[in-house]
């Protein structure tokens, strides 16, 4: 079953929507967002859209994240419990590790799209 295509301003439904959140940011989007952005287990394995290749659309990756998203270190402070247990097993480490390439990914392509 396919989920519901998403039109402008709606949220489009994900496999992960009901997996365990793994890291919480609190206030990561700042003024523009809900408060917490909450990261589930397997969404940086699946696509923001049909026509993305990314789980995130450039704009959607919170600055909270661009900043503390450089090592796994870095984002320790914001797992959850469930999600220190995860990223502990070498599944986890594997997807915190696609998260944080992502994540820089993301980051070189912020920094080209300004230096334009």
Do not use: C
């Not at 990561?28 to 789980?55: F, H, I, M, N, S």
């Not at 469930?82 to 392509?109: C, I, M, P, S, W």
Request: glycine share 6%; net charge positive.
């Amino acid at each position: 079953m396919q989920p519901p295509s998403s039109k402008a301003g709606q949220k489009q439904a994900r496999p992960s929507d009901n997996n365990d959140v793994l890291l919480i940011l609190p206030n990561a989007l700042g003024k523009k967002g809900p408060p917490d952005w909450k990261y589930r287990q397997g969404r940086v394995y699946e696509k923001a859209a049909k026509t993305l290749t990314t789980p995130w659309q450039l704009k959607q990756f919170p600055p909270k994240l661009l900043k503390n998203g450089i090592s796994a270190e870095a984002l320790q402070p914001f797992f959850t419990p469930v999600g220190a247990t995860y990223f502990a097993t070498e599944t986890g480490r594997a997807e915190l590790n696609k998260l944080l390439d992502e994540t820089q990914t993301a980051r070189t392509h912020i920094a080209k799209r300004e230096a334009k």
